[in-house]
């Protein structure tokens, strides 16, 4: 996709998107065979349901019809939210994360790879708990943003959530 396309797809469909409480996230146009595929994601502070995803879709088609912004071919429209494993790539990202585990793939000769949860977030880096191995307790750490290459959220089957922890 053109910087272009992609300019003139982020200005038209944020209004639209940010209208719903709800941030852009990402626009991506590829082909699948014929047809052109735009997929966009989006989340919120509270996460996406369903019935917004399908709400936004339903807006953002009659707003694409409207204009050129897709040419003339036929496409598909896949709007949703970027999914439990999502990569952390701003800010938001880290603190919307906050409890929840994470795997990061540290900068430089950072020892490579860390998974931990995330406890705090503020403006330098985060507060995390290391979880400890064979009986050993957690340990805390702090990490700078600028000491992480790439972090996605972990996927955790058994995690008891807060409220089932307090009682």
């Known amino acids: 996709m053109s910087t272009t396309q992609s300019e003139r797809l982020r200005g038209l469909l944020e209004p639209l998107v940010s209208a719903q409480q709800l941030d852009l996230e990402e626009i991506e146009v590829s082909r ?9 994601i989006v989340d919120s502070e509270e996460g996406v349901e369903l019935d917004a995803c399908a709400e936004l879709s339903r807006a953002i088609s009659e707003k694409l019809d409207e204009t050129d912004a897709m040419g003339e071919g036929e496409y598909v429209l896949e709007v949703s939210s970027p999914g439990a494993d999502r990569p952390l790539t701003e800010h938001r990202h880290y603190v919307r994360a906050t409890g929840r585990l994470a795997r990061f793939h ?3 000769d950072g020892s490579g790879e860390l998974v931990a949860r995330i406890l705090a977030v503020d403006e330098e880096g985060l507060d995390l708990e290391v979880p400890g191995v064979k009986g050993r307790k957690p340990t805390a750490r702090r990490l700078a943003f600028d000491e992480i290459a790439r972090a996605r959220v ?3 089957f058994n995690r008891k959530d807060k409220k089932e922890e307090e009682a």
């Open 32 to 40: 699948a065979g014929r047809r052109g595929v735009l997929r966009i």
């Open 106 to 108: 540290l900068a430089g």
């Open 154 to 156: 972990e996927i955790e």
